[in-house]
């Protein structure tokens, strides 16, 4: 996928500048606060519940490798074939490959977000193969050829109007009508065609359970049922974080799961799927390949701590929590993940010389942490990546990470001694106060970021503590 | 009579005295000798949060070093808390010596209310007030630190102070130290709403317990709403004549 993370701050700005994003923005925190609040609370301890698929996602991370050579033993005794690809790349390829060698001039596929992150769709469209979406959000996304907006709504931001000229333009679409239900039906013709004669589908993973090779999704559309079902060769596509030890865990997961983010007991849809049709069975897919994509994570799992960002589950609570992320949507996070899923993920698959933004633009409010059932402590990782960007002399900012280290070693030299501290803090002051008049400074040099809105309180003509020492002689 | 060496922020020292000065009347109001080291300087989470482990390091350090004969330790600010309770501890884990410090450090270290409540059994502190009050609930406070109970239960305990719950209490102001330099434009739309929250409540006073949260929103209400008021909880607290 195209990644745009350097325009982090426009895209950001322009969002909040859109009077729809905005209003759009304005109902998810309370929306999702309320259906989670719902969803959890059918839990007879929801505490306990969360606590369990914490200890659930850490035994993934801890157990990784031997989790995934038992899952790649079971799916191959079920009869899958088992693909592990480096590289986006060469995952895309492969399935380019699968296409063509079938004959397929287009395939249908599932909404997954591991998809955008290795740019798929455009690798299967460049190649003669056209991909359709089939997720309704994603499918509209699509046509409007823009990043998803939020990872369970990748188009829940997008007005009637807009989805209606998409339609007319590229879905067939027959009447010029606003009414969901008359887009809705509109998509699912066009889509319900597209699984006639179908000769490959491809599908995201949700869980892959270890101890059975099972392959699990959950959708609210029956979409990724249909791909599933309808062409002789299904293609999932997963990243090996994917696995769980156990169905009895998965099973927990997928409580957790959609009460987490839509509030959703369970979703519409949930299918779990155990090798390719047996000869006993009337209906399945003759063959699935299993394409496990590792792009960088069998890298990031040497850090003990970067590696904990590989519990996530992709339930999207976070980001419906998330101060920033409710402010700005998912557009100026530039890659498939946003908010602070997209935070501690992007710049481990992107690098952090390039994401620099996503991992500043925090005020560590540690609210995605609070929500999130994986276990993942975000702030901790990202300030894992500014500790490790401030070490990188040899980037493209060395000049600034150069000037911004010296600033830091003399600050701390200054702490560790209170006189040279409070000569710096008095002498702070007139500078400080050149620019105050009714008791309030304005704007200060180098300062504007915090001048854009607000003021700051004139320096008072003593500090705390030579107030104190002035009433206590000290 | 309990003894208490108080941390005071940097920002505190420098901007918001009254917030120090305050938090010392209040502890001796309650029977409190409250002492200030003369050698500490910043807790280091500027340092930590920019990136600078081995700075952070060398700060928390001294902290150690200067608190270490005190008793009990209290600040008028959850995130220095925070960062002496938590991050010292983290920061240090490589180094045995100094973590069995800073474990030590953490388990005496309170924020003002936390210490207040849990530790003294305080509500009424002799606070009177006339008038409609809501209350901030900044992030490393509430879930930095899990006190979310104490400060409402002091503020509603002041004679003459009618509290009400403020919409969205718990969603962070924008501040988030550099954040709200670097970023204006989200920082600036964080603590617009937050003051919009303030502003359709039935209150005329926002109270918070912290000093960026304080110099964050303060500032804003001074440039677009200055009949508005905001002050810390200690100062609050401290008040006694019925205005």
């Known amino acids: 996928m195209r990644q745009r993370t350097e325009r982090f701050t426009t895209i950001a700005r322009r969002e909040l500048q859109n009077g729809l994003s905005q209003t759009f923005l304005s109902l998810l925190p309370p929306g999702f606060r309320a259906l989670r609040a719902m969803g959890m609370s059918s839990f007879p301890d929801p505490d306990a519940a969360v606590e369990y698929a914490r200890a659930i996602r850490a035994s993934v991370v801890a157990r990784l490798p031997e989790l995934l050579e038992e899952f790649e033993r079971r799916a191959l005794a079920l009869g899958a074939k088992v693909i592990w690809t480096r590289t986006a790349l060469q995952a895309n390829e492969i399935i380019l490959d699968l296409a063509r060698e079938r004959g397929a001039t287009y395939i249908t596929k599932s909404k997954s977000m591991l998809s955008e992150e290795t740019g798929l769709g455009e690798h299967l469209r460049k190649g003669g193969v056209e991909p359709f979406e089939t997720d309704l959000g994603e499918f509209i996304t699509q046509l409007l050829g823009r990043p998803p907006f939020h990872i369970v709504g990748p188009a829940i931001n997008v007005p009637p109007e807009e989805i209606r000229d998409a ?199 540690g609210a995605c942490r609070e929500v999130c059932p994986a276990g993942i402590d975000h702030p901790a990782l990202l300030l894992s990546y500014r500790a490790r960007a401030a070490s990188d002399w040899h980037g493209p900012q060395a000049a600034r990470v150069l000037l911004r280290r010296s600033l830091a070693t003399l600050l701390a030299f200054a702490m560790t001694h209170p006189r040279l501290w409070n000569l710096g803090i008095k002498l702070t002051r007139p500078l400080f106060n050149l620019a105050a008049r009714d008791g309030y400074i304005h704007t200060l040099p180098g300062a504007q970021g915090w001048f854009a809105c607000r003021d700051l309180p004139a320096v008072p003509e003593k500090t705390f503590r030579e107030r104190w020492r002035q009433d206590h002689g000290q | 009579m309990p003894k208490v060496s108080m941390f005071i922020p940097c920002t505190v020292d420098l901007l918001l005295p009254q917030v120090g000065e305050a938090a010392m009347l209040l502890l001796k109001r309650l029977g409190v000798r409250p002492s200030y080291h003369p050698e ?204």
């Not at chain 2, 209490?169 to 964080?190: H, K, M, N, R, V």
Request: proline residues 5%.
């Open chain 2, 40 to 243: 500490q300087t910043c807790c280091g989470q500027p340092l930590l949060n920019a990136g600078y482990r081995a700075e952070a390091r060398r700060s928390a350090k001294h902290f150690l070093t200067t608190f270490w004969d005190e008793d009990i330790v209290v600040s008028p600010s959850g995130s220095c808390v925070c960062m002496i309770k938590q991050h010292y501890p983290e920061l240090l884990k490589d180094e045995p010596a100094w973590h069995a410090r800073a474990l030590a450090q953490a388990e005496k270290t309170f924020e003002l209310s936390q210490y207040l409540v849990n530790v003294l059994g305080a509500s009424d502190v002799g606070a009177a007030y006339h008038g409609t009050v809501t209350y901030h609930e900044s992030c490393h406070i509430l879930r930095g630190l899990g006190v979310t109970e104490q400060p409402q239960h002091l503020i509603r305990n002041v004679r003459g102070a009618h509290y009400v719950a403020l919409d969205n209490a718990q969603t962070c102001c924008g501040f988030g130290g550099e954040f709200a330099a670097s970023y204006p434009d989200i920082s600036g739309a964080l603590v617009r709403d937050k003051v919009r929250s303030f502003l359709s409540s039935p209150a005329e006073l926002l109270l918070v317990s912290e000093p960026g949260c304080l110099l964050n929103i303060k500032g804003y209400l001074h440039r677009h709403h200055p009949d508005k008021r905001v002050m810390h909880l200690a100062e609050f607290l401290i008040q006694q004549k019925v205005a």
């Open chain 1, 167 to 365: 339609f007319l333009a590229g879905a067939g679409l027959k009447e010029s009508t606003t009414d969901p239900v008359r887009l809705g039906l509109a998509a699912r013709l066009f889509l319900r065609d597209k699984f006639k004669h179908l000769k490959m589908g491809v599908v995201g993973v949700n869980m892959a359970v270890a101890s059975t090779g099972t392959i699990i999704n959950v959708e609210n559309e029956g979409n990724i049922r249909m791909i599933k079902s309808s062409p002789p060769t299904v293609v999932a596509l997963m990243s090996p974080e994917k696995v769980v030890p156990s169905l009895s865990d998965a099973m927990h997961l997928l409580r957790i799961l959609s009460r987490n983010c839509t509030g959703q007991k369970i979703t519409s849809y949930v299918s779990l799927d155990s090798g390719p049709k047996r000869d006993s069975e009337i209906d399945g897919p003759a063959e699935l390949f299993i394409v496990i994509v590792d792009n960088g994570r069998s890298e990031i799992y040497q850090d003990p701590l970067w590696r904990e960002a590989l519990r996530c589950i992709r339930c999207g609570a976070c980001l419906n929590t998330c101060p920033v992320y409710t402010k700005i949507g998912g557009y100026p996070y530039g890659f498939a993940y946003s908010g602070p899923m997209g935070q501690v993920l992007n710049p481990l698959l992107l690098g952090l010389a390039d994401t620099r933004d996503l991992y500043q633009a925090c005020t560590l409010c």
